[in-house]
Protein backbone atom coordinates (compact mmCIF):
# COMPACT_ATOMS: atom_id res chain seq x y z
CA UNK A 1 0.00 0.00 0.00
CA UNK A 2 1.75 3.30 -0.97
CA UNK A 3 0.85 6.57 0.30
CA UNK A 4 1.27 10.42 -0.73
CA UNK A 5 0.49 13.53 0.85
CA UNK A 6 -2.05 15.62 -0.02
CA UNK A 7 -3.51 19.50 0.77
CA UNK A 8 -7.05 19.02 2.39
CA UNK A 9 -8.87 21.12 4.57
CA UNK A 10 -6.27 23.56 4.95
CA UNK A 11 -3.42 20.85 6.23
CA UNK A 12 -1.28 18.07 4.81
CA UNK A 13 -3.04 14.57 5.13
CA UNK A 14 -2.08 11.20 4.26
CA UNK A 15 -4.11 10.32 1.17
CA UNK A 16 -3.95 6.67 0.60
CA UNK A 17 -3.01 5.12 -2.51
CA UNK A 18 -4.84 1.31 -2.97
CA UNK A 19 -2.59 0.25 -5.84
CA UNK A 20 -2.52 -3.06 -3.93
CA UNK A 21 -6.04 -2.99 -3.63
CA UNK A 22 -7.80 -1.19 -6.53
CA UNK A 23 -9.34 -4.23 -8.21
CA UNK A 24 -11.04 -5.50 -4.88
CA UNK A 25 -12.89 -3.88 -2.14
CA UNK A 26 -11.47 -2.49 1.09
CA UNK A 27 -12.92 -0.98 4.43
CA UNK A 28 -12.21 1.99 6.11
CA UNK A 29 -11.94 1.02 9.96
CA UNK A 30 -12.73 3.91 12.58
CA UNK A 31 -11.67 3.53 15.93
CA UNK A 32 -11.45 5.26 19.27
CA UNK A 33 -7.75 5.93 20.40
CA UNK A 34 -7.18 3.21 23.10
CA UNK A 35 -4.58 1.25 23.07
CA UNK A 36 -6.51 -2.24 22.78
CA UNK A 37 -8.72 -1.60 20.26
CA UNK A 38 -5.57 0.32 18.52
CA UNK A 39 -3.57 -3.02 18.47
CA UNK A 40 -6.58 -4.97 16.95
CA UNK A 41 -7.49 -2.92 14.28
CA UNK A 42 -3.81 -2.82 13.02
CA UNK A 43 -3.48 -6.34 13.02
CA UNK A 44 -6.58 -6.44 10.80
CA UNK A 45 -4.98 -3.41 8.75
CA UNK A 46 -2.10 -5.73 7.84
CA UNK A 47 -4.13 -8.80 7.79
CA UNK A 48 -7.02 -7.11 5.11
CA UNK A 49 -7.82 -4.55 2.57
CA UNK A 50 -8.21 -1.90 5.19
CA UNK A 51 -7.38 1.96 6.18
CA UNK A 52 -7.40 3.30 9.55
CA UNK A 53 -9.05 6.14 11.51
CA UNK A 54 -8.48 6.87 14.72
CA UNK A 55 -10.69 9.87 16.65
CA UNK A 56 -10.82 11.25 20.32
CA UNK A 57 -13.39 12.68 21.94
CA UNK A 58 -17.19 11.51 23.54
CA UNK A 59 -20.16 10.65 22.16
CA UNK A 60 -21.41 14.16 21.94
CA UNK A 61 -18.13 15.77 20.67
CA UNK A 62 -20.06 18.12 17.53
CA UNK A 63 -15.52 18.08 16.19
CA UNK A 64 -13.26 15.34 17.23
CA UNK A 65 -10.34 14.91 17.11
CA UNK A 66 -9.02 12.49 13.92
CA UNK A 67 -5.91 10.81 12.88
CA UNK A 68 -4.97 8.89 9.76
CA UNK A 69 -2.72 5.81 9.62
CA UNK A 70 -0.63 6.13 7.00
CA UNK A 71 1.72 3.13 7.55
CA UNK A 72 4.64 4.85 8.57
CA UNK A 73 2.99 7.66 11.26
CA UNK A 74 -0.68 8.75 12.10
CA UNK A 75 -1.67 11.88 9.98
CA UNK A 76 -4.32 14.79 11.59
CA UNK A 77 -7.01 15.15 9.52
CA UNK A 78 -10.39 17.53 10.05
CA UNK A 79 -13.86 16.45 10.29
CA UNK A 80 -14.36 18.19 7.03
CA UNK A 81 -11.55 16.01 5.39
CA UNK A 82 -13.66 13.00 6.53
CA UNK A 83 -17.27 14.59 5.42
CA UNK A 84 -15.78 14.59 1.67
CA UNK A 85 -13.30 11.39 2.12
CA UNK A 86 -10.98 13.73 0.54
CA UNK A 87 -8.34 11.56 2.71
CA UNK A 88 -8.90 8.70 0.21
CA UNK A 89 -8.10 7.87 -3.33
CA UNK A 90 -11.87 6.31 -3.63
CA UNK A 91 -14.51 5.55 -1.36
CA UNK A 92 -14.38 2.33 0.47
CA UNK A 93 -16.48 -0.05 -0.25
CA UNK A 94 -17.78 -0.44 3.36
CA UNK A 95 -16.93 1.52 7.02
CA UNK A 96 -16.98 0.25 10.47
CA UNK A 97 -17.56 2.14 12.95
CA UNK A 98 -16.34 0.92 15.98
CA UNK A 99 -17.56 2.30 19.85
CA UNK A 100 -21.20 2.08 21.70
CA UNK A 101 -23.67 5.14 21.89
CA UNK A 102 -21.54 6.12 24.67
CA UNK A 103 -18.45 6.16 23.32
CA UNK A 104 -18.75 6.98 19.85
CA UNK A 105 -19.59 10.45 18.35
CA UNK A 106 -22.77 10.92 16.57
CA UNK A 107 -20.87 13.61 14.31
CA UNK A 108 -18.79 10.55 13.18
CA UNK A 109 -22.56 8.66 12.67
CA UNK A 110 -23.64 11.26 10.61
CA UNK A 111 -20.44 12.46 8.69
CA UNK A 112 -20.33 8.66 7.38
CA UNK A 113 -23.72 8.75 5.20
CA UNK A 114 -21.26 8.57 2.10
CA UNK A 115 -20.71 5.01 2.95
CA UNK A 116 -22.17 2.28 1.10
CA UNK A 117 -22.42 0.38 3.56
CA UNK A 118 -21.85 1.03 7.41
CA UNK A 119 -21.08 -1.30 9.84
CA UNK A 120 -21.49 -0.76 13.84
CA UNK A 121 -19.19 -2.82 16.53
CA UNK A 122 -20.13 -1.45 20.00
CA UNK A 123 -18.47 -4.00 22.10
CA UNK A 124 -14.45 -2.81 22.55
CA UNK A 125 -13.55 -6.21 24.05
CA UNK A 126 -10.49 -7.72 22.03
CA UNK A 127 -12.53 -11.00 21.92
CA UNK A 128 -15.70 -9.06 20.30
CA UNK A 129 -13.63 -7.02 18.46
CA UNK A 130 -11.84 -10.22 17.17
CA UNK A 131 -15.26 -11.95 16.68
CA UNK A 132 -16.72 -9.00 14.54
CA UNK A 133 -14.08 -8.07 12.53
CA UNK A 134 -13.99 -12.18 11.54
CA UNK A 135 -18.22 -11.72 10.31
CA UNK A 136 -17.80 -8.67 8.98
CA UNK A 137 -14.53 -9.40 6.13
CA UNK A 138 -15.69 -12.77 6.22
CA UNK A 139 -12.15 -14.24 7.40
CA UNK A 140 -10.83 -17.76 6.18
CA UNK A 141 -10.04 -20.19 8.84
CA UNK A 142 -6.11 -19.16 8.73
CA UNK A 143 -7.39 -15.86 9.52
CA UNK A 144 -9.41 -17.18 12.78
CA UNK A 145 -6.52 -18.91 13.63
CA UNK A 146 -4.13 -16.45 13.62
CA UNK A 147 -6.09 -13.92 15.73
CA UNK A 148 -7.09 -16.59 17.73
CA UNK A 149 -3.35 -17.62 18.42
CA UNK A 150 -2.51 -13.92 18.54
CA UNK A 151 -5.00 -13.03 21.30
CA UNK A 152 -4.57 -16.39 23.06
CA UNK A 153 -8.64 -16.81 22.66
CA UNK A 154 -10.33 -20.18 22.01
CA UNK A 155 -11.71 -20.80 19.00
CA UNK A 156 -15.29 -22.65 18.94
CA UNK A 157 -16.90 -23.77 15.75
CA UNK A 158 -20.84 -22.85 16.73
CA UNK A 159 -21.55 -25.25 13.59
CA UNK A 160 -19.72 -28.48 15.06
CA UNK A 161 -22.80 -29.90 17.02
CA UNK A 162 -24.86 -30.10 13.83
CA UNK A 163 -22.60 -31.41 11.60
CA UNK A 164 -21.78 -34.28 14.23
CA UNK A 165 -25.65 -35.11 14.67
CA UNK A 166 -27.34 -37.09 11.88
CA UNK A 167 -29.91 -35.25 10.01
CA UNK A 168 -32.53 -38.26 10.44
CA UNK A 169 -32.01 -36.87 14.26
CA UNK A 170 -33.23 -33.89 13.71
CA UNK A 171 -36.69 -32.99 15.37
CA UNK A 172 -39.95 -32.78 12.83
CA UNK A 173 -42.21 -32.57 11.08
CA UNK A 174 -40.23 -29.17 9.84
CA UNK A 175 -43.15 -26.30 9.07
CA UNK A 176 -44.35 -26.10 5.38
CA UNK A 177 -43.30 -29.55 4.64
CA UNK A 178 -45.51 -32.71 3.58
CA UNK A 179 -46.30 -34.61 6.32
CA UNK A 180 -44.35 -38.10 5.03
CA UNK A 181 -45.56 -41.39 6.34
CA UNK A 182 -44.31 -44.75 6.82
CA UNK A 183 -44.79 -47.15 3.77
CA UNK A 184 -46.69 -49.22 5.55
CA UNK A 185 -49.01 -46.62 6.60
CA UNK A 186 -49.45 -45.35 3.15
CA UNK A 187 -50.28 -48.56 1.56
CA UNK A 188 -53.20 -48.92 4.12
CA UNK A 189 -54.69 -45.11 3.49
CA UNK A 190 -53.95 -45.98 -0.59
CA UNK A 191 -57.28 -46.94 -2.65
CA UNK A 192 -57.93 -50.66 -3.19
CA UNK A 193 -56.91 -51.57 -7.05
CA UNK A 194 -59.42 -54.26 -8.28
CA UNK A 195 -57.08 -57.08 -9.51
CA UNK A 196 -58.12 -59.32 -12.38
CA UNK A 197 -57.67 -62.84 -13.40
CA UNK A 198 -55.60 -63.71 -16.70
CA UNK A 199 -56.38 -66.28 -18.61
CA UNK A 200 -53.70 -68.73 -19.17
CA UNK A 201 -54.15 -68.44 -22.74
CA UNK A 202 -53.23 -65.21 -22.85
CA UNK A 203 -50.34 -65.37 -20.72
CA UNK A 204 -47.14 -65.25 -23.43
Known sequence: MNMFLRKCGGMLIAAVV????????FTLIVAPARY??????????????????SYQGDASTAEPLLHAWNGREWVPMSMKDYREVSFLQRTPDEVVLIG???VLPQALVDASSWAPRVERV???TTSALVNEFGRIMKWRDSEWRWFAKRYNL???????????SSWYDQPGPLPDRPDLRPPSARAVDAPAVEVKDVPSEDLP
Open 18 to 25: LSAVSAEA
Open 100 to 102: GQD
Open 122 to 124: SDL
Open 36 to 53: SVMQVAQDVLQRSPSVLV
Open 154 to 164: ALTDEAEPRRR
